[in-house]
Antibody, heavy 119, light 106 residues
Framework: EVLLVESGGGLVQPGGSLRLSCSVSGFSFSSYSMHWVRQAPGKGLEYVSGINNSGGNTYYADSVRGRFTISRDNSKNTLYLQMSSLRPEDTAVYSC????????????WGQGTLVTVSS | EVMLTQSPGTLSLSPGDRATLFCRASQSISSNYLAWFQQKPGQAPRLLISGASARATGIPDRFSGSGSGTYFTLTISRLDPEDFAVYYCQQYGNLPRTFGGGTKVE
């Protein structure tokens, strides 16, 4: 069974920091790129960040570039998202996802962790 | 970033109707790497289509995708009651990946 379990969400003040984790089991974590996708309450999906299988390449949405850092530890099958300088508009459910590869596209999603940025 | 614009925002139809959803990209999508997802309330999104037209495993053949370059379409030939949901397009040919704003089929 494939499981992606996020943790680390919570309430944080504007300007604060938070680190999300995503623990993965049931598929070959080190073989695939991993991603974070967020969804604000009642809103659509927003792609946040991605990292290739080795961790050597990362990419970010314009809305978070310079504030968020994605990383992974293939020895622990874990994906991370370090978030800093948080803003109220970052409030959302953050989900970790893999989409497989471009030529073999599939999706496994976590259940998400809620991040609330508010004073 | 590649911007994806979905239309219409909402589609009001009945079971058995044909649904046609559109996704327009701000620039040509490399290798037609365009996917469609379905999301129901309280659930994670589910991949329907990749590569603009290839159905994902287990997706019924009433779902079909077409298009190339900057213009893509998702068609549901005959709506089943379980198909009423929100649909998102996503491009994965250009970095960073991006999603469209969604079309609600109600």
């Amino acid at each position: 069974e494939v499981l992606l379990v996020e943790s680390g969400g919570g309430l944080v003040q504007p300007g604060g920091s938070l680190r999300l984790s995503c623990s993965v089991s049931g598929f070959s974590f080190s073989s695939y790129s991993m991603h974070w996708v967020r969804q604000a309450p009642g809103k659509g999906l927003e792609y946040v960040s991605g990292i290739n299988n080795s961790g050597g390449n990362t990419y970010y949405a314009d809305s978070v570039r310079g504030r968020f850092t994605i990383s992974r530890d293939n020895s622990k099958n874990t994906l991370y998202l370090q978030m800093s300088s948080l803003r109220p508009e970052d409030t959302a459910v953050y989900s970790c996802v893999t989409f497989g590869s471009r030529t073999n596209y599939f999706d496994y999603w976590g259940q998400g962790t809620l991040v609330t940025v508010s004073s | 970033e590649v911007m994806l614009t979905q239309s219409p925002g909402t589609l009001s139809l009945s079971p058995g109707d044909r649904a046609t959803l559109f996704c327009r990209a701000s620039q040509s999508i490399s290798s037609n790497y365009l996917a469609w997802f379905q999301q129901k309330p309280g659930q994670a999104p589910r991949l329907l289509i990749s590569g603009a037209s290839a159905r994902a495993t287990g997706i019924p053949d009433r779902f079909s995708g077409s298009g190339s370059g900057t213009y893509f379409t998702l068609t549901i030939s005959r709506l089943d009651p379980e198909d009423f949901a929100v649909y998102y397009c996503q491009q994965y040919g250009n970095l960073p990946r991006t999603f469209g704003g969604g079309t609600k089929v109600e």
